[in-house]
């Protein structure tokens, strides 16, 4: 009984040490390099306008700070615009593919260490049922050409379509126009939309390699494709619809 006893104590004592230790390499673990959390997983149901990513990080040890924050995606069905990829909280606009896509954050102290977390984004088909009321969706681009090869595109009721049927629209508009030397945009009155409706007008347009004016300007602006990628936006615009939100991004953008 005595040596049972005795054989009991040296495993419990064993456990407890090959405890400590795994503990200790943890501990040890979050002393080399940031701690850093891409956040939970999500799902989400087509249609989908944008999926916030939010992350956290932070240094264990008080003499460093972290310095630099980057969200890239690191696979998906297609490929996703992000805003503020830059920040712990970013944006990726327009997933119109249902699947999984994953996210990677990436962050680096003032010590030059560097760590990483990833997420995933599963993003499942509409139900039939949506789908029939999305195929009903009402024409809110209209497109023609004017004098001198100039491309003149429409917005009106934009507050009764998805991004991904606005999406849809002018794509088909601009394939419509591919020869314009520019694109000059009306807006109905009380067209609607709001900033994510300007992001994505504004990024399509950029893809076309021409200039774009307003209706109600003089002035045209011409925009590097991608450049929604090269472009920190501030958390917040001050405009109400897409109209003024369109005007508002030039401005940023070129001033």
Same mark, same amino acid.
């Given at each position: 009984?005595?040596?049972?006893? $005795?054989?009991?104590?040296?495993?419990?004592?064993?456990?407890?040490?090959?405890? *400590?230790?795994?503990?200790?390499?943890?501990?040890?673990?979050?002393? +080399?390099?940031?701690?850093?959390?891409?956040?939970?997983?999500?799902?989400?149901?087509?249609?989908?306008?944008?999926? &916030?990513?939010?992350?956290?990080?932070?240094?264990?040890?008080?003499?460093?700070?972290?310095?630099?924050?980057?969200?890239?995606?690191?696979?998906?069905?297609?490929?996703?615009?992000?805003?503020?990829?830059?920040?712990?909280?970013? +944006?990726?606009?327009?997933? &119109?593919?249902?699947?999984?896509?994953?996210?990677?954050? /990436?962050?680096?102290?003032?010590?030059?260490?560097?760590?990483?977390?990833?997420?995933?984004?599963?993003?499942?088909?509409?139900?039939?049922?949506?789908?029939?009321?999305?195929?009903?969706?009402?024409?809110?681009?209209?497109?023609?050409?004017?004098?001198?090869?100039?491309?003149?595109?429409?917005? /009106?009721?934009?507050?009764?379509?998805?991004?991904?049927?606005?999406? &849809?629209?002018?794509?088909?508009?601009? &394939?419509?126009?591919? /020869? !314009?030397?520019?694109?000059?945009?009306?807006?109905?009155?009380?067209?609607?939309?709001?900033?994510? +409706?300007?992001?994505?007008?504004?990024? !399509?347009?950029?893809? $076309?390699?021409?200039?774009? *004016?307003?209706?109600?300007?003089?002035?045209?602006?011409?925009?590097?494709?991608?450049?929604?990628?090269?472009?920190?936006?501030?958390?917040?615009?001050? *405009?109400?619809?897409?109209?003024?939100?369109?005007?508002?991004?030039?401005?940023?953008?070129?001033?």
């Amino acid at each position: 009984m005595f040596k049972l006893n $005795q054989l009991f104590v040296i495993l419990s004592v064993l456990a407890l040490i090959v405890g *400590c230790k795994a503990d200790d390499l943890k501990d040890a673990d979050k002393l +080399t390099k940031p701690t850093v959390n891409a956040g939970a997983d999500q799902m989400l149901i087509l249609p989908v306008n944008s999926i &916030t990513l939010s992350g956290t990080a932070k240094s264990e040890l008080s003499i460093y700070e972290i310095k630099t924050k980057s969200w890239r995606q690191v696979s998906g069905p297609q490929s996703l615009t992000l805003i503020n990829a830059d920040s712990l909280k970013a +944006t990726a606009f327009y997933p &119109t593919i249902a699947g999984t896509y994953i996210f990677e954050l /990436s962050v680096k102290d003032s010590g030059g260490r560097s760590n990483s977390d990833q997420m995933q984004v599963i993003i499942q088909a509409a139900a039939q049922s949506m789908q029939r009321a999305y195929m009903q969706q009402v024409d809110v681009v209209a497109w023609q050409y004017a004098d001198r090869n100039q491309g003149m595109l429409s917005f /009106s009721d934009l507050d009764s379509v998805s991004l991904t049927e606005l999406d &849809t629209q002018l794509e088909h508009a601009l &394939t419509s126009l591919n /020869s !314009a030397a520019e694109f000059e945009l009306h807006f109905a009155a009380n067209a609607g939309g709001n900033i994510q +409706t300007a992001l994505l007008l504004l990024n !399509a347009l950029s893809a $076309q390699g021409v200039p774009i *004016c307003l209706s109600e300007s003089s002035s045209c602006h011409s925009l590097e494709q991608g450049f929604l990628l090269q472009t920190e936006l501030p958390e917040s615009i001050n *405009c109400s619809d897409a109209q003024s939100c369109v005007t508002a991004l030039l401005q940023y953008i070129e001033g």
